[in-house]
């Protein structure tokens, strides 16, 4: 019953014509988080990156406002992994512009080639309500669609997971998205019939070395580390790093790992005559103090050595 509810759903789709609908500019991301590390023991990896933003079924006209809110998820995604073998959980997201208000009831997508000699897929699964897979996806050049009984409403929504590794870092250890080989590559509003939107733009997923790429949808501001006196690191656009006094490092540049420049470990740096400053141990050599170490404190120290 329910392959055949999706093939009818297809074929609905096959039939709309191309206008615009509200799923226009819509692109497909990637988002590898290292610290989820695949096990057997999760048979639903779906929501576990918590990257999406929120559902909203009443639709746009109710007060909610999309205005860059998710934005800033969609530019903080990262679509590469660490550089060993480990099976890693990767998700699939749609992601659409800033301003806009997308129905997603469906999609179609699938890969181009890749490595299947370096490149292996553990295991995958939908996020959505009801899946029709080609019969040899997650193959090279196959395809899958999947189909929500209800609109979601958001600008970034995950609709797959692939647990996946490459076992060789000096190969292609790439995963590129790609249109469905007879589908194509569509999202469906919850229209009836649906109107199919062409997805934007597709991303890759890079293991073990290999870069990644996500192509997010144009409108979407673009993001990077911003980097603070104190070591921290934020995603804001470059305005916003100015205007908080911080270091930008460039477009699509993350924090995670944190690559900002961290500032020179003090401590309490002693006197003859008792006094005590925080300063760096080479502040305190050429001041002709004694350092007391790493992260101690002035006061508690000038008490120890307090007659």
Not at 121 to 129: K, L, M, R, S
Request: hydrophobic share 35%; net charge negative.
């Amino acid at each position: 019953m329910r392959r055949l509810w999706l093939t009818l759903t297809l074929l609905c789709w096959a039939a709309v014509g191309a206008q615009a609908g509200p799923n226009e500019g819509g692109t497909l991301v990637w988002h590898l988080d290292p610290t989820i590390e695949y096990t057997s023991d999760i048979s639903n990896y779906c929501g576990l990156s918590g990257v999406a933003c929120q559902w909203d079924f009443d639709g746009c006209d109710n007060g909610y406002n999309y205005e860059g809110e998710c934005q800033p998820q969609i530019g903080a995604l990262n679509p590469t992994g660490p550089a060993d073998a480990t099976t890693y959980v990767a998700a699939v997201l749609a992601a659409f512009p800033e301003g806009s208000c997308p129905r997603v009831s469906g999609v179609t997508f699938g890969f181009a080639t890749y490595d299947d000699t370096n490149v292996f897929i553990v295991n995958q699964g939908a996020c959505g309500d009801f899946e029709l897979p080609t019969n040899n996806w997650p193959g090279q050049f196959e395809g899958t669609a999947v189909t929500w009984s209800a609109p979601i409403v958001s600008q970034l929504v995950e609709i797959y997971w692939f647990a996946a590794y490459a076992y060789y870092a000096d190969r292609d250890g790439s995963l590129t998205l790609a249109a469905h080989p007879t589908q194509g590559g569509k999202f469906a509003d919850d229209s009836v019939p649906s109107v199919l939107d062409d997805i934007a733009g597709f991303s890759t997923l890079g293991l073990n070395g290999t870069p990644g790429e996500n192509v997010l949808p144009e409108g979407g501001p673009v993001v990077g580390a911003c980097c603070f006196e104190d070591g921290t690191c934020q995603v804001l656009n470059s305005d916003e790093c100015g205007a908080a006094g911080g270091n930008y490092l460039g477009d699509d540049t993350v924090c995670d790992p944190n690559s900002c420049p961290q500032p020179p470990a003090t401590g309490a740096c002693c006197f003859e005559d008792g006094t005590c400053q925080v300063l760096t141990a080479d502040e305190c050599s050429g001041a002709g103090g004694a350092y007391e170490g790493d992260d101690t404190d002035r006061e508690s120290t000038r008490l120890k050595s307090s007659p």
